[in-house]
C-alpha cells in the first residue's frame, strides 16, 4: 500500500523518493552484520564528510559471522542521516519542520482501523517463532557497535504500549536486545521524566498484573517513525499526532495476539508480553549519550507473534557517539522547541537562534544560544537559566554568544570565550543537576550542576584578521581553477567588522588592496607628532 491510497508515504515510498533525490546508497555485495554493516555507516559520521554528504544505506545482501544469508534487507540513515533526509520524511523544509510539529500536536486526526493489512501478509506464531534460524533469529539485527555489544539489538524502534486504566497507547524509541528466537529485553527510561512505556509497566505491575501487553514495529510509515524520538506532553496519543502531520488519518490494525493498535503498512511487527516479575541482564550497548552502556537489569518480553509485509525491510538507527542519525532526529526536533520556549514562553526576542552541540556531547548537555548584539545583559541571563532548566536532561552547560559565532564550530566557541567573556562576571555555576541521560546515571544519588557563560560582545571590537569575503571568494575560484584538494571552509572563513572600524581605514583598506598604498603614506606623513610616546592609539576621527 502506498502514498496514493494512503494518503501518506510508507517506509518503500519514502525509500524511493530518496533514491530519487541521490539520497540513497544501495550496498548489494555481502555484508556481514555482526561486524561490518554499521562501521561501514558509522565512516561517513567520522570520515570527515560534510552532513549534506551523508546518505541512507541499503543492504540487500546480507549474512552473519558464520556465513548464514538473509532475504530481508536492511536500511540504516534512511530517516535521519542528515537534515535533508529528515526532511524529506516530513514532507517539508528543515525551516518549516517546527511550524509542521506545532500544527500537528494542535489538530490532531484519529487513525483509521482497517482489516486487511499489508503487516499481516505473513505471520509467524507458535512453533515457527522456536530454533535457531527462526522468529527473531530469522531477522538481520546488526550489532550496532562491534567490539562492544552483546547482542543484535532492534534500535529504530517504535515500542507501542498502553495505559491498562485509560486505554491510551504510548509509542517510544527503545533499544531491544535479542536473547532468543522467542525472547528479547527492552530497556525503557526509567529517570524522571523517562519513558511513557516505563509509565504503563510501573500502572500495570501496580494493578496486579503479571504481565505487559507490548508490540515492538520495525519500519513504520515516516510521519509514524518520527514519534518514537519526539517527547509529547503525556497521555497523547502519537498516532493522532502522525495523522496531523500527514494530514490524514493513519491507518492502524489490531495486532494478532496482543490487544494493542499496530500501523497497518509497518514493515514487522514483533508481538508478546513483557515480564513483570523478573528483570534479565541487559547491555553492554554503545548508547546515544556517546559512551558504552553497561550490563543492566531490563524488561524481559516473550514472543508471541511475528508478522510483516510480504517484502519487508528493515531499518537500523545508527546511534553511539554523536553526530549520528539518531542526534539528527532529535536535534532537528528539540532546537525548535528550546528557541520557542526562550522566544515565546519567556518572550526574550534577542534570542535568534538554539543549538544543541552535536559531536561527541549528544546534544543534551551543551547549549549555545545566539543573541542580537543589542540584547540587554539582564535578557541574556534570563534566557540562560531558562535555557538551563527547560528540560531535566538538557543544559549542563549553556554558552550565549553573538550572531557572528558559528555554533557548531567549538574553535568559534572558544574563540568568543576566550575575547568576549570574563570569568569572573561572565560565568556563573550552579548546584543540584541530575545526571541525566549518560554514562553516571547509575550512580545512584550523585548530583550534576550547572556551567552559564556569556560570551557575547559586551562592547565593540576591531575586525576579524582575515582577508575580507570578496578577496577570499576570489582566490577560492583560483583554487579550484588549479585542482587542488577540496575546500571544506569552516566559519568565519573571512574577516568582518565588529563594531570597530572607521571609515578612514575602509578606505586606506581599498586602497592598499589596489595596489595604492603609497597614497596611504602621503596621508599618515601629514598626521607625525612628536608629542606622544610609541603605541599611544590613534583614530583619524578624532583629529
Not at 550496498?27 to 561490518?36: G, L, Y
Not at 523478573?278 to 553492554?284: D, K, N, R, T
Not at 532546537?335 to 518572550?347: D, K, S, V
Amino acid at each position: 500500500m502506498s502514498q496514493h491510497t494512503t494518503g501518506y508515504p510508507d517506509l518503500h515510498d519514502h525509500l524511493e523518493e530518496l533514491k530519487r533525490r541521490g539520497l540513497l546508497q544501495v550496498i548489494d555485495r555481502p555484508i556481514d552484520k555482526d561486524s561490518e554493516l554499521h562501521p561501514l555507516v558509522r565512516w561517513q559520521f567520522v570520515g570527515g564528510m560534510d552532513e549534506a554528504e551523508r546518505k541512507a544505506f541499503l543492504f540487500t545482501n546480507i549474512v552473519n559471522a558464520q556465513g548464514r544469508k538473509y532475504d530481508i534487507p536492511v536500511v540504516v540513515g534512511a530517516l535521519a542521516a542528515n537534515r535533508e533526509i529528515y526532511s524529506v520524511g516530513m514532507g517539508s523544509s528543515v525551516e518549516q519542520i517546527q511550524a509542521r510539529w506545532d500544527q500537528a500536536i494542535n489538530h490532531p486526526i484519529k487513525p483509521r482501523m482497517v482489516e486487511n493489512a499489508p503487516c499481516h501478509d505473513v505471520v509467524h506464531e507458535g512453533a515457527d517463532l522456536q530454533g535457531e534460524g527462526k522468529g527473531l533469529d530469522m531477522l538481520p539485527i546488526p550489532i550496532s557497535t562491534p567490539g562492544f555489544d552483546s547482542a543484535p539489538t532492534l534500535t529504530a524502534t517504535n515500542v507501542i504500549t498502553v495505559d491498562p486504566e485509560t486505554g491510551v497507547q504510548n509509542m517510544g524509541t527503545y533499544r531491544c536486545a535479542l536473547k532468543a528466537p522467542d525472547r528479547l529485553v527492552v530497556r525503557m527510561a526509567t529517570r524522571v521524566g523517562g519513558a511513557g512505556g516505563y509509565l504503563h509497566y510501573q500502572a500495570w505491575k501496580k494493578a496486579g498484573h503479571k504481565t505487559m501487553p507490548c508490540a515492538i514495529v520495525l519500519g513504520c510509515p515516516p510521519y509514524v517513525a518520527f514519534m518514537g524520538p519526539q517527547k509529547l506532553p503525556i497521555g497523547m496519543d502519537e498516532f493522532d499526532v502522525a495523522g496531523g502531520l500527514a494530514g490524514a488519518p493513519i491507518e492502524v490494525t489490531q495486532a494478532r495476539t496482543v490487544n494493542l493498535r499496530v500501523p497497518a503498512q509497518a514493515e514487522i511487527v514483533i508481538e508478546g508480553q513483557i515480564d513483570l516479575e523478573f528483570l534479565e541482564p541487559e547491555a553492554p550497548f554503545g548508547e546515544s549519550h556517546g559512551h558504552v552502556a553497561l550490563e543492566e537489569f531490563n524488561l524481559p518480553m516473550t514472543i508471541t507473534a511475528i508478522t510483516h509485509r510480504a517484502k519487508p525491510v528493515i531499518p537500523s538507527y545508527i546511534s553511539q557517539v554523536a553526530p549520528s542519525e539518531s542526534s539528527v532526529i532529535k536535534r532537528v526536533a528539540y532546537e525548535p522547541l528550546f528557541l520557542a520556549h526562550l522566544r515565546n514562553a519567556l518572550g526574550i526576542r534577542g534570542v535568534k537562534r538554539v543549538s544543541l552541540h552535536e559531536p561527541l556531547t549528544g546534544l543534551l548537555r551543551v547549549t549555545v544560544i545566539t543573541f542580537d548584539k543589542d540584547t540587554p545583559k539582564t535578557e541574556v541571563w534570563r534566557a540562560l537559566y531558562g535555557a538551563a532548566f527547560f528540560k531535566g536532561d538538557c543544559g549542563k552547560i549553556c554558552i550565549a554568544v553573538n550572531e557572528d559565532i558559528d555554533p557548531d564550530n567549538a574553535d568559534a566557541l572558544l574563540w568568543a570565550m576566550a575575547y568576549r567573556m570574563n570569568p569572573v562576571v561572565d560565568v556563573q555555576t550552579l548546584e543540584h543537576r541530575g545526571q541525566g541521560h549518560g554514562p553516571k546515571r547509575e550512580l545512584d544519588g550523585e548530583e550534576d550542576s550547572t556551567l552559564l557563560m556569556d560570551a557575547t560582545m559586551k562592547s565593540v571590537m576591531p575586525p576579524l584578521a582575515l582577508p575580507t569575503q570578496p578577496y577570499m571568494e576570489r582566490s577560492k575560484a583560483i583554487w579550484e581553477e588549479l585542482g587542488l584538494p577540496k575546500l571544506r571552509p569552516q566559519a568565519p572563513w573571512f574577516g568582518y567588522t565588529l563594531g570597530d572600524w572607521l571609515p578612514q581605514w575602509e578606505a586606506a583598506a581599498q586602497r592598499a588592496a589596489t595596489g595604492r598604498y603609497l597614497e596611504n603614506g602621503a596621508i599618515s606623513l601629514t598626521q607625525q607628532r612628536n608629542d606622544v610616546k610609541a603605541e599611544t592609539k590613534f583614530r583619524p576621527d578624532e583629529q
